[in-house]
Every structure is written in structure tokens, then in C-alpha cells.
């Protein structure tokens, strides 16, 4: 195995992936650490900051390369301090994927430390695939099968932590709901990403990995309000994110008067009652928490710069986001995966948005880099603009490089060369002339990214053929 080299996004004393801003180098130090099973530096980087135990690039975390080593005591501490998987962004590289990762490995001492912390998190049982392949049949005679032949599944939950109830809010089934609540499924228990049934349904009760259901046409309820007032008569907790999300005020003060800062900070899922009633529309809730000092550009789940501008953008909720932006709202913010603020509201709204998207303009919202051309992009870089700054430049501007913007790039940004070399943007390159400048210039196609593979091995995994190859071509 190669030696890996620290991400030039980790090189900073303030980074951040997740929720928390921490050292990057201690972070990658630990990465480090978890990889060669180095106790000693893991127990010391943990006692310096816990938090570290998080820390997340490309939504793995240390504990990702413990597991893949086989690092059976470093995997034990990391679990004893409070590494969770269930944060990775989208629960992309969750639970569920690092169980099969040691599975898969052979590292059967590791794959009962993980069952074990599984089970002890939110019940995990692996035949509760059983109830849940039931529960989304649809098949009420199924359901009820199970349910007798296997009366112990029904508090468990899946390797992502979904219990049946959880199950009963994503397929939107009313009437199970009261059925397995009665029959003692734990109402308000957590799965791996942090969302309790009620939590899930006011964030539309929709899951990353099931897609069945989204359609506005699909034949299940589309009000997924009916799904929160239903859980809260069953006896849901009632928090702060859920009285936020529906525009309850009352109970909202009464809650900052006992505890402010649990309506101001972040709930279980990591995520903003005020980002909650952004989405939702309510602006007199926005500007209550406003008031009372809420941060909109707080870091939240899949948001290091804030998610409640974002959410109402993408509901094009004009009011609500004049109310963030006077506040000091990142005009630019958005959310992993899923656009910025000024390009979700046209995304969702066509048209309609001009007036919202005018609005962010004037507080210096840019177009971002992934929406540009080629010319827009030179543009860019000849005016050294803010945009140059966007996490997703480099990755734009190597789709559309010619030899111009190649050397515009050079010339404007001196950890070029490393950040190509340590990352997998240049396999966006497909003219081998440009590949070849780039080493006649100082790339190392020796050198190694984050996970240890050089240049060659990230071209190839890529399915871009072997970089000898590449070149070769060009040579030719």
C-alpha cells in the first residue's frame, strides 16, 4: 500500500465536512493514525479533540480505515469514542457498508465489534429484512406473518437503523403505523443518520436509498403533514425541529424561555429548526429564531455553510430568504449534491425564481462554476473571481480545459499541481496533450492521493485506461 497523502482541502485549522470545524491536520493525522493501527497516536489525537473521532472526508471517517486494515483495537477505541458511520452525508458510506467492508475482508473480530455497537445504537438484527421487504410489499398478509412467526423483529431495525416504523413513514402507511406502535416498535427511536420517525416525516419522509414514493403521482398519500399530526397523536416526542417545521410559535417560545439553545442549534439528524421552517414557508418562525440569535449560516448536515437559505430557495419562499439574507445569510450556500441557492430555485421553479434569484444577486450570489462554459470560466479566472474560490472549480474548469485555461490556472493558483496530483479531477481531462503539459510542468504522476493511489491507479479505477496509455496515445 501506498502512503497516502493529506487532502489539500484538510490542510487548514478550521475544516470542515460535517457539522463540527476542526484542525485538518489533526484530522488527517488521525486518518493516518487509523490506517497504520497506531494506538498510541489515536488515543492522543482523541484525548487532544473527541470530536476528531468524526471527522469526515468524502463521507468516510477514520474508523473507514481501521476496518479496511484490519486494525481490530483501533476499531474498539474509535467505537468507545463515539464514531458513527450514520453520519457519513446521505449515510453513503454508513453502517451498513462498513459492516459488509469487514465482511467482505474477513475481519471477523471486527464484524462483531460492529454488530455489537450496531445493536446497542438502534437495535440492528439482520432478519429484519424480513418486516421491512414485508412492510414495502404492501401485503398486509405478510406483514401479519411475520409478525407472528418472528414477534422479535418488532423492535429491531436495519443496518441503517430504520425501524419498522421508520419503514411505515417512508412508504406513507397510515395504517400500520398505530399497529406496530401498539405493538411496542419504539415510537421515537433513532436510526444511524439521527432521524426518528416524526423527524422523517416532516423532511417529506423520503430515504436516499428508497425511491419509490417520490412521484407526485404515486399512489400513497403526498401530504406528508398527515404523517406528523398521525405520529403525534400515537405520542411522538414533540421537539423544537418538529414545532418549527409545522409553524407552531407558541410552543416555540416556551421552549426558548426553558432552553434557547436547543432551538437554536441542531437536532438529531443535524439539522435546524430554522432551517426546518425555511423549508416549510413559516417566516414569522424564521424571524422569531433570527431574533433570538439563530446562525443561518450554521454548518448542518450535507451544509457546511448552512442549509436554511438553501431550503427556502428551493421552495422559492421570496420572504422567508430576505428575512436570512438580512441576517447575514451566504448567498452562495448549498447543500452536497443538490445545487447552490441561486440555481435549486430555478431547478424547482423555472421562471418563477427571477424574482428570488435578482434577490440573491444583490447580496453577491455568482453563478457557480458547474452551470458555466468554457469562456465563462476563462472569464473568471482573468478577473481572479470569487467563484475561483467554489469547491467545484477545479473539477469545472478540467472539463472544458484547453491549453488557455490551463495556463490562466497555473499562473493564478500555485497549489495547482498538488491538488491535481493528491485528487481525481484531472481524470476529467480527456486531451492526453493536456496530461502531458501538466507532468512537462511539475505534476508527479508518482505521487498519491488520500486513499494511497497514484495518478495511474485513479485514471484506471475511473475507467479511463491506464495513464501509460493515455500518453501513449498522445505519443502516437
Not at 500500500?1 to 487532502?7: E, F, G, L, V, Y
Request: overall charge negative; some cysteine; hydrophobic content about 40%.
Amino acid at each position: 500500500m501506498n502512503t497516502p497523502t493529506q487532502p489539500f482541502e484538510m490542510k487548514t485549522k478550521a475544516y470542515i465536512y460535517g457539522v463540527d470545524i476542526l484542525d485538518g491536520d489533526d484530522a488527517w493525522a488521525l486518518f493516518d493514525a487509523a490506517a497504520k493501527g497506531d494506538v498510541a497516536s489515536v488515543l492522543s489525537l482523541l484525548k487532544k479533540d473527541r470530536r476528531l473521532v468524526n471527522a469526515q472526508y468524502w463521507y468516510q471517517f477514520p474508523i473507514h480505515r481501521a476496518v479496511e486494515a484490519g486494525h481490530v483495537e483501533v476499531v474498539r477505541i474509535l467505537l468507545e469514542h463515539g464514531a458513527d458511520p450514520g453520519q457519513s452525508r446521505y449515510t453513503y458510506d454508513s453502517w451498513h457498508k462498513l459492516l459488509l467492508n469487514a465482511q467482505q475482508l474477513a475481519h471477523r473480530e471486527i464484524e462483531l465489534l460492529l454488530r455489537s455497537s450496531m445493536e446497542q445504537r438502534f437495535h440492528y438484527h439482520p432478519d429484519f429484512e424480513c418486516i421491512k421487504n414485508a412492510i414495502i410489499s404492501r401485503d398486509a398478509t405478510a406483514i401479519q406473518q411475520v409478525l407472528e412467526q418472528q414477534p422479535h423483529l418488532i423492535t429491531t431495525s436495519d443496518a441503517l437503523g430504520n425501524n419498522a416504523i421508520h419503514w411505515c413513514v417512508i412508504t406513507r402507511q397510515l395504517e400500520w403505523l398505530q399497529r406496530f406502535a401498539s405493538a411496542g416498535t419504539p415510537l421515537d427511536a433513532l436510526r444511524a443518520d439521527g432521524h426518528s420517525p416524526i423527524l422523517l416525516a416532516t423532511s417529506g419522509a423520503t430515504d436516499y436509498w428508497f425511491r419509490e414514493g417520490r412521484s407526485r403521482s404515486h399512489p400513497t398519500l403526498r401530504n406528508t403533514s398527515v404523517l406528523v399530526g398521525y405520529l403525534l397523536g400515537l405520542g411522538a416526542k414533540y421537539t423544537a425541529s418538529v414545532a418549527a417545521s409545522i409553524g407552531d410559535q407558541e410552543r416555540l417560545e416556551q421552549w426558548i424561555k426553558m432552553d434557547r439553545g436547543s432551538v437554536l442549534g441542531l437536532d438529531t439528524a443535524r439539522v435546524s429548526p430554522l432551517s426546518r421552517a425555511a423549508a416549510a414557508g413559516y417566516a414569522h418562525i424564521v424571524k422569531l429564531l433570527l431574533d433570538q440569535g439563530a446562525n443561518p449560516n450554521l454548518p448542518e448536515e450535507c451544509a457546511p455553510e448552512g442549509r436554511a437559505l438553501w431550503e427556502a430557495c428551493s421552495a422559492n419562499h421570496i420572504e422567508v430568504a430576505k428575512l436570512l439574507l438580512e441576517k447575514g445569510a451566504n448567498p452562495n450556500a448549498g447543500v452536497d449534491s443538490c445545487e447552490c441557492c441561486l440555481t435549486i430555485a430555478e431547478v424547482y421553479h423555472g421562471d418563477q425564481a427571477k424574482p428570488l434569484q435578482e434577490l440573491l444577486r444583490s447580496y453577491g450570489a455568482y453563478w457557480p462554476p458547474y452551470r458555466m462554459d468554457k469562456e465563462q470560466l476563462k472569464q473568471a479566472i482573468r478577473d481572479n473571481s470569487p467563484v475561483v474560490r467554489h469547491d467545484e472549480f477545479l473539477r469545472s474548469t478540467m472539463q472544458h480545459c484547453d491549453t488557455e485555461m490551463l495556463d490562466l490556472l497555473l499562473n493564478l493558483d500555485n497549489s495547482l499541481l498538488e491538488r491535481l496530483a493528491t485528487g481525481d479531477e484531472v481524470t476529467q481531462i480527456k486531451d492526453p496533450a493536456l496530461l502531458q503539459i501538466l507532468i512537462e510542468r511539475g505534476l508527479d504522476p508518482t505521487m498519491c492521493n488520500y486513499r494511497g493511489q497514484t495518478l495511474a491507479e485513479v485514471f484506471q479505477e475511473n475507467g479511463n485506461g491506464t495513464l501509460e496509455q493515455v500518453l501513449t496515445g498522445f505519443r502516437q
